[in-house]
């Protein structure tokens, strides 16, 4: 049996035999990351520098599992529950689902049961990296800001930036292992979003690019999934493109987008990247309110004269080590604040696409060809 335990987590191991527990905790894990519920503060310490925590408690303990939500939730990290029996076969299997029910009603997002009947020595637990630790990957990379479908001025600027594009067939062909990342919002308002997601998704297919969700990505996303969205804000033009393609490739961008992350943290923790920022905290680990936040942004909950929420400035009291690299708010130019960069010119709009070169620290740009949709809030 394989057990999948995220890098960064808190795994709870359940049972109310304390050798059995003892055994098992000694067999798969480090003394450093176990504690006991009692050592919750503890373990919170662990999480918050970024480490496993593993905190064994009884079955019958409610207060426990709480703490333990409470938690993963706090420290935007996965809940692992791992539950230890030795029931005999025929009862396990009848308590399988209700164990598993339970627990995922209390909140954990993965969970295990282990029959100590049979002993543990065929239980692996592997250690998975989350799906937006690319630490070990240094670059070189081209950072490139929202696209909104203007697919002429994409090519244009991969050309500029060194890679060799074939528009027609929608392939790149990257020089020097350069990488390209895209700050998200792919889709919507703008000429070409089919042809801008067949180009990226080749792209990332061949291990040559990266791509974060944006907010307009997710919206797209949901309404595939059959979500009663607003058909607004240029999502109109991706659904009226998208109608003229097939079935079979309207599931492959569906899958391409459920499966894109809030935020990469790439270069050993130098370099992030998200569609609207990331404040220090939140780089490396994964949850809602992450994704929520690296989407769309802080806002004050109010809307501006516009009708668009009231965004605040997350980046003017950044202080954090690794360089931010975003999007989501269009600017006349990249705007740097701190150690952040906003490369979001509002090509869409009439203004310029652009990229972001790391580690040389570069902006290469291109015009736009038209003003393919009006801005409503003035961009300055």
Same mark, same amino acid.
């Given at each position: 049996?394989?057990?999948?335990?995220?890098?960064?987590?808190?795994?709870?191991?359940?049972?109310?035999?304390?050798?059995? @527990? @003892?055994?098992?905790?000694?067999?798969?894990?480090?003394?450093?990351?176990?504690?006991?519920i009692?050592?919750?503060?503890?373990a919170?310490? *662990? =999480?918050?520098?970024?480490?496993?925590?593993?905190?064994?408690?009884?079955?019958?303990?409610?207060?426990?599992?709480?703490?333990?939500?409470?938690?993963?939730?706090?420290?935007?990290?996965?809940s692992?529950?791992?539950?230890?029996?030795?029931?005999?076969?025929?009862?396990e299997?009848?308590?399988?689902?209700?164990?598993?029910?339970? =627990?995922?009603?209390?909140?954990?997002?993965?969970?295990?049961?282990?029959?100590?009947?049979?002993?543990?020595e065929?239980?692996?637990?592997?250690?998975?990296?989350?799906?937006?630790?690319?630490?070990?990957?240094?670059?070189?990379?081209?950072?490139?800001?929202d696209?909104?479908?203007c697919?002429?001025?994409?090519?244009?600027?991969?050309?500029?930036?060194g890679?060799?594009?074939?528009? @027609?067939q929608?392939?790149?062909?990257?020089?020097s292992?350069?990488?390209?990342?895209?700050?998200?919002?792919?889709?919507? *308002?703008?000429?070409?979003?089919?042809?801008?997601?067949?180009?990226?998704?080749n792209?990332?297919?061949?291990?040559?690019?990266?791509?974060?969700?944006g907010?307009?990505?997710?919206?797209?996303?949901?309404?595939?999934h059959?979500?009663?969205v607003?058909?607004?804000?240029?999502?109109?033009?991706?659904?009226?493109?998208?109608?003229?393609?097939?079935?079979?490739?309207i599931?492959?961008?569906?899958?391409?987008?459920? $499966?894109?992350v809030?935020?990469?943290?790439?270069?050993?923790g130098?370099l992030?990247?998200?569609?609207?920022?990331?404040?220090?905290?939140?780089?490396?680990?994964?949850?809602?309110?992450?994704?929520?936040?690296?989407?769309?942004?802080?806002?004050? $909950?109010?809307?501006?004269?516009?009708?668009?929420?009231?965004?605040?400035?997350?980046?003017?009291?950044?202080?954090?080590?690794?360089?931010?690299?975003?999007?989501?708010?269009?600017?006349?130019?990249?705007?740097?604040?701190?150690?952040?960069?906003?490369?979001?010119?509002?090509?869409?709009?009439?203004?310029?696409?652009?990229?972001?070169?790391?580690?040389?620290?570069?902006?290469?740009?291109?015009?736009?060809?038209?003003?393919?949709?009006?801005?409503?809030?003035?961009?300055?």
């Amino acid at each position: 049996m394989e057990i999948h335990v995220p890098e960064l987590s808190v795994v709870a191991i359940i049972g109310d035999d304390l050798r059995d @527990k @003892k055994s098992f905790l000694k067999k798969n894990f480090k003394q450093e990351e176990i504690f006991s519920i009692e050592e919750e503060k503890k373990a919170e310490k *662990r =999480l918050k520098a970024g480490q496993l925590a593993v905190i064994h408690l009884s079955s019958k303990d409610e207060n426990g599992y709480k703490k333990v939500i409470e938690l993963s939730k706090k420290q935007h990290v996965l809940s692992v529950g791992i539950f230890i029996t030795k029931q005999k076969r025929d009862e396990e299997n009848h308590m399988r689902g209700q164990w598993e029910e339970k =627990l995922k009603k209390k909140g954990f997002k993965q969970v295990y049961e282990i029959n100590m009947q049979g002993g543990f020595e065929d239980v692996v637990i592997k250690r998975i990296k989350l799906s937006n630790n690319k630490r070990e990957i240094k670059g070189p990379f081209d950072i490139i800001g929202d696209v909104h479908g203007c697919y002429d001025e994409l090519c244009e600027l991969l050309e500029k930036l060194g890679y060799e594009v074939d528009a @027609k067939q929608h392939q790149v062909h990257a020089k020097s292992g350069r990488i390209a990342v895209f700050c998200g919002d792919l889709v919507d *308002r703008g000429p070409k979003i089919v042809e801008v997601l067949k180009l990226v998704m080749n792209m990332v297919e061949e291990g040559t690019a990266y791509v974060v969700i944006g907010n307009h990505d997710s919206k797209l996303q949901r309404k595939l999934h059959g979500a009663n969205v607003k058909v607004i804000h240029g999502l109109e033009m991706t659904l009226e493109q998208l109608d003229k393609e097939s079935p079979t490739f309207i599931m492959k961008v569906q899958d391409f987008l459920d $499966g894109l992350v809030s935020h990469y943290v790439f270069d050993e923790g130098r370099l992030v990247v998200s569609h609207a920022g990331l404040k220090e905290k939140f780089h490396g680990r994964e949850s809602k309110v992450i994704r929520d936040l690296a989407m769309f942004g802080e806002t004050t $909950g109010k809307l501006d004269e516009h009708g668009f929420p009231e965004r605040l400035d997350w980046s003017k009291d950044y202080k954090g080590k690794a360089l931010v690299v975003y999007g989501h708010t269009p600017r006349a130019e990249a705007k740097v604040s701190n150690y952040t960069i906003n490369i979001d010119t509002g090509c869409v709009y009439g203004g310029k696409l652009t990229a972001f070169r790391y580690p040389e620290q570069e902006i290469v740009s291109v015009k736009a060809k038209a003003t393919y949709y009006e801005s409503v809030k003035p961009i300055v």
